[in-house]
């Protein structure tokens, strides 16, 4: 239940007066960067935390913070809620058109109508929020812009993905599309969310096939927010269990929101989640370049409170 973040922060040269005669020292100084989202026993956020309350353990060794902020300090509306959504996080919202073996149990102008009413009922501005849609190939319907009202134009011009994917592929082309997807993000400053909206999504003894994406999101900073259309409660036959994907979810510091009346209610309840939160960074003792993976772990002194963020991060060995 963890969410990491890495990125490389700055390659520090020092270059002494006498040319040719002396020698360029250079050192790669990795920091890494873990947002935190912080909730109490009613999964309130919880918004006062310090510095002293938290500890940072890389590979069991206990780190010191170089750092640790609020994501966001928000004037409240009168439900509470913080006002817009947080400049230093982005949304996407991946609308996947693949389906379990009953493609015709929901249409996809359910999901669209429920994205279209989601929009409405959150405060926002389009550059922090970008659409894709999953079909035949993963396709763009708006990117990160200052178009004030171009996302729900987005939904409302939307008719759905041609779909002529074999069924029984359709597993490794959500894959791939994930891992495009992700490759999308690298380059886009910033922490983002993906919710991941479908009708039914793969059973958990498929779930190792989605690690390669996962881990492609991870390098992206992207946290997995999987919001499923179908009870969990379905027989166990179906192609709409959550189990495996809510672990993933998990895995990425994100959260799978599945059980529900209405479709639209779980998504502003996902955009919710961690509109509130924080950010820590620091750098990891005896770090090598080797590309191993790192487990990373927070502990608070705080009782009552649960802490999610991502629970590791690859030591970048510089292969492509």
Not at 43 to 64: M, R, S, Y
Not at 178 to 187: F, G
Request: aromatic share 8%; charged share 25%; net charge neutral.
């Amino acid at each position: 239940m963890t969410r990491a973040r890495n990125v490389l922060l700055a390659t520090i040269i020092w270059l002494l007066p006498a040319a040719g005669q002396n020698p360029v020292f250079q050192a790669e100084i990795r920091i890494v960067e873990i947002a935190v989202v912080a909730k109490d026993s009613a999964d309130a956020p919880v918004t006062d935390l310090t510095a002293d309350d938290i500890h940072v353990f890389d590979n069991g060794a206990e780190q010191k913070m170089l750092s640790f902020d609020k994501l966001w300090d928000a004037p409240k509306a009168a439900d509470g809620l913080p006002i817009g959504l947080p400049p230093k996080r982005r949304w996407v919202i991946l609308l996947d058109g693949l389906r379990g073996p009953s493609p015709g149990v929901i249409r996809n102008n359910y999901i669209q109508q429920a994205v279209s009413e989601m929009l409405k009922r959150i405060p926002q501005t389009a550059d922090t929020i970008a659409i894709f849609a999953l079909g035949d190939e993963l396709r763009m319907l708006h990117d990160f812009s200052p178009l004030k009202f171009g996302l729900r134009g987005a939904m409302d011009g939307y008719e759905g993905e041609p779909i002529h994917v074999p069924a029984d592929n359709w597993l490794l082309w959500r894959v791939k599309g994930l891992v495009d997807l992700a490759y999308y993000l690298k380059d886009i400053p910033g922490e983002k969310n993906l919710l991941w909206v479908s009708t039914g999504f793969p059973p958990p003894a498929d779930m190792q096939q989605v690690m390669r994406a996962i881990r492609e999101l991870a390098a992206a900073r992207v946290s997995l927010y999987p919001v499923c259309l179908i009870s969990p409660l379905a027989p166990v036959g179906a192609y709409n269990r959550v189990d495996g994907v809510r672990e993933l979810a998990e895995l990425t510091g994100g959260r799978a929101y599945y059980s529900g009346d209405s479709l639209a209610d779980l998504l502003v309840a996902a955009m919710n989640d961690s509109r509130e939160g924080y950010s820590l960074s620091y750098a990891p003792n005896n770090y090598q370049k080797d590309g191993s993976v790192h487990e990373v772990k927070l502990r608070t002194d705080r009782k009552g409170v649960e802490l999610r963020y991502r629970s590791a991060y690859s030591a970048d060995s510089g292969a492509k």
